[in-house]
């Protein structure tokens, strides 16, 4: 027995002195020492990645330090669940400062690419793409594009805390700040969270899929499911005119995407928010299950385009789910609707799905706060409809489509007088949507503590306790519970003292800060 004792914790003693942390610095390191104490650090990441390959192991880039590279940096070795192969760059070295990956030529298509792997953590790293014509962080992607190896199953990928940046020139055309791709084969469980994505010549982050059809087969086995985009700010996409970009892009072949808790402000963006579906060779690829909860979007873009579109270019028929909860929508430009389902095709290709649309701020200076041009099922309460333009503006537009829409206990309302309702070319007035659009509704300014800065509630707002429950649905925008059964209508909930602050916020943290001249939630 003593001896199988001793095998035993031999063995264990082995794996676990097996996971190593190695030290890697670009300006005191040597890739000929073993990496294993700070002064004995290596030098280059392609070295640091090529040997760190146990399961456990963390790569500690020293804090600082500057990692300069022409080529791409190709992450391929995996970890497990319970022991992940960690990139960490604040781990040691200059007090207050992290490392940084910057990229120095085009070469290799993007800054980092994760490919072939699974359970790897990227973090505490800036990444600078330093305004070349190339990507910031890939997942999976073709080997055509960025060289060998072809994507293939990546999954439990984190990157997190990352400061992503530059990405992209005036003349790069599409380069994403983070682009999650599957070309061949699912990735899994990605969760990209708490980084800053700023100034990208197109999307900040993108959920896309490779033209991926096979026709020895007829099908399409290329699927990115089970993302988390959550805690991001993302602002400054599409630098240059010459591109188009938007906040988030989720589009072709992506399911089960939860986004959240995310600050998404654009200055020149397409959209905030775009989810789309496409067809190859009579094949759907669809966007679907999709949860967009607790975000503030602000859009002060030049171009007259909506915050939150659905757009497929076919007449194929995508029956998808959506819920849009607790987000902040400010669609701070004249033209700029808060939330539109756009159809630059046929109305019917989203006949049969769901769209949940509850406790929402939108607030827009346009021709419509919110519109609705295709053919999908909606169920719409709680919402603030907000239009702030002066002259002929509407809240709600239903126009065409043959879609049910089910509405109640919405606020509708509209700076100037009026029609503020179009049903289908059926117009309603302030006075007339509660009798004969909407009997639960509310038709007169909800009194937020101050238009557009702070969009708490007064007390005797006619928001207060107008609302109903909805399940699955019990905390506001700022963590605070909903007081059922009559909740407040909107994104936040009446309190009389100060917001909560809610806790294990990393940029988030329940309070607003001026941003662009408004309050934003960091």
């Not at 992506?254 to 094949?283: F, K, M, P, Q």
């Not at 309190?495 to 943290?509: D, E, I, L, R, W």
Request: proline share 2%; aromatic share 10%; glycine share 10%.
């Amino acid at each position: 027995m003593k001896k199988l004792i001793t095998i035993l914790f031999f063995l264990i003693s082995l794996f676990t002195f097996s996971q190593n942390k190695y030290y890697v610095s670009s300006s005191t390191g040597n890739d000929g020492d073993s990496g294993l104490t700070e002064g004995l650090a290596w030098a280059t990441l392609d070295y640091a990645e090529a040997n760190a390959t146990t399961a456990g192991d963390t790569i500690a880039l020293r804090k600082g330090d500057v990692f300069q590279r022409a080529s791409i940096l190709q992450i391929t070795h995996s970890g497990t669940s319970a022991n992940p192969i960690v990139w960490d760059g604040s781990l040691w070295g200059v007090i207050g400062d992290t490392a940084t990956i910057q990229a120095t030529a085009t070469t290799g298509g993007a800054n980092v690419r994760f490919v072939t792997c699974h359970d790897v953590t990227f973090q505490n790293i800036i990444v600078d793409g330093d305004s070349m014509a190339k990507r910031g962080v890939v997942i999976g992607g073709s080997s055509g594009f960025y060289g060998s190896p072809d994507q293939y199953d990546e999954h439990d990928i984190i990157v997190q805390n990352c400061e992503i940046k530059a990405i992209g020139s005036t003349t790069s055309g599409w380069q994403p700040g983070v682009l999650v791709r599957c070309v061949t084969d699912t990735i899994n469980n990605i969760t990209i969270k708490n980084n800053h994505i700023h100034h990208t010549a197109a999307h900040g982050l993108c959920v896309y899929a490779e033209r991926t059809y096979l026709p020895w087969t007829g099908t399409y086995d290329a699927l990115s499911k089970n993302i988390y985009i959550g805690y991001n700010t993302i602002d400054n996409v599409r630098v240059y005119t010459s591109n188009t970009g938007n906040g988030i892009m989720l589009t072709r072949q992506c399911d089960s995407i939860t986004v959240e808790y995310n600050t998404i402000i654009t200055n020149r963006g397409d959209a905030l928010l775009d989810i789309g579906s496409w067809h190859e060779y009579g094949y759907l690829l669809k966007t679907d299950h999709i949860i967009i909860r607790y975000n503030y979007f602000e859009s002060n873009t030049v171009s007259s385009l909506p915050v939150i579109m659905t757009e497929p270019s076919d007449s194929l028929t995508y029956a998808i789910h959506i819920q849009i909860y607790g987000n902040i929508i400010y669609a701070n430009n004249t033209g700029s609707k808060g939330i539109h389902f756009d159809m630059s095709g046929v109305a019917s290709s989203y006949a049969g799905s769901v769209i949940e649309i509850y406790n929402n701020t939108i607030i827009s200076n346009a021709n419509s706060t919110f519109q609705d041009d295709i053919d999908a099922d909606f169920t719409i309460r709680n919402n603030v409809f907000f239009n702030d333009v002066t002259t002929g503006g509407l809240a709600f537009v239903k126009n065409g489509g043959s879609g049910i829409v089910t509405h109640s206990n919405n606020l509708y309302y509209v700076s100037s007088t009026g029609n503020w309702v179009n049903d289908n070319g059926s117009y309603y007035t302030q006075s007339t949507i509660s009798t004969g659009f909407e009997t639960t509704a509310q038709t007169t300014d909800p009194a937020f503590v101050t238009d557009f800065t702070d969009l708490h509630l007064q007390s005797g707002s006619p928001a207060i306790g107008k609302g109903v429950a909805i399940s699955g649905v019990t905390t506001d925008y700022d963590g605070v519970t909903y007081a059922d059964p009559t909740r407040a209508i909107g994104a936040l909930e009446y309190v009389s003292s100060s917001p909560t602050t809610v806790t294990g916020f990393a940029k988030h943290n329940g309070h607003y800060i001026k941003q662009n001249g408004h309050f934003v939630k960091h």
